[in-house]
Structure formats: structure tokens, C-alpha cells
């Protein structure tokens, strides 16, 4: 019914840039709050950024002054601009956002599939 598709990922070296981009499919009435997580190696997977319906946005202290979600509500897309990569930023990406399905009363949590991230010299 509902699919959240990411692509962007990709290998860069450190002070790179890079930007994730998440598109919802299906039988969509309304989005609410976008997400984006991260999972690295040996740890627990953490929120990065989100962003409301309305455009507020919230990140994680690792990635202010670096990262920038936006969203094309037109689209049902969301995006992840990372710049000044670190090794640290390492991990597999995950959208993730608050659905409401047509016909349907309550909102539904939907993850993306993932996407990785490398940085490396």
C-alpha cells in the first residue's frame, strides 16, 4: 500500500557531501512528520533530523550546522543534504515518516528500507 523508497547513498570521502532522498508511494491521504535515522556499526540507531508537516525541523547535536532536512510535500518526498561528512557519519540511513492511508482513521509509522552511507578516505 505505502512505500518509502530512498535513494542517495553512496561511498564519499570526508568534508563530502551528500543527499539522501526519500519518495512515499501508495494510497497516501496525508504525511505528517518525516524522520531520519541512522544505524552505524555496533550501535543503537539514532533519530538525526525531522521535520513536521508544516516545515519545523529538529536535529541531532552530531549533525547541526551540517545537515539539512527539507521537504516536497508535493511529492511526498523528503530530503537529507549532509555536508562536511565525517567518519562518524557512517551508517545506514532510514526515512521514516507518519502516514495517514486514504480511508483510513489512524497514523501509521512507515520505515524506508535503508540506504548506506560510507565515508572513508
Known amino acids: 500500500q505505502v512505500r518509502l523508497v530512498e535513494s542517495g547513498g553512496g561511498l564519499v570521502q570526508p568534508e563530502g557531501s551528500l543527499r539522501l532522498s526519500c519518495a512515499a508511494s501508495?494510497?497516501?491521504?496525508?504525511?505528517?512528520?518525516m524522520r531520519w535515522y541512522r544505524r552505524a556499526p555496533g550501535k543503537q540507531r539514532e533519530l538525526v533530523a525531522g521535520?513536521?508537516?508544516?516545515?519545523?525541523?529538529n536535529y541531532a547535536d552530531s549533525v547541526k550546522g551540517r545537515f539539512t532536512i527539507s521537504r516536497d510535500n508535493a511529492n511526498n518526498t523528503v530530503y537529507l543534504q549532509m555536508n562536511s561528512l565525517k567518519l562518524e557519519d557512517t551508517a545506514v540511513y532510514y526515512c521514516?515518516?507518519?502516514?495517514?492511508?486514504?480511508?483510513?482513521?489512524?497514523?501509521?509509522?512507515?520505515w524506508g528500507q535503508g540506504t548506506q552511507v560510507t565515508v572513508s578516505s
Open positions: 501508495g494510497t497516501i491521504f496525508s504525511i505528517n512528520a
Open positions: 521514516n515518516a507518519d502516514i495517514r492511508i486514504t480511508g483510513w482513521r489512524s497514523l501509521l509509522n512507515y
Open positions: 521535520i513536521t508537516s508544516g516545515g519545523n525541523t
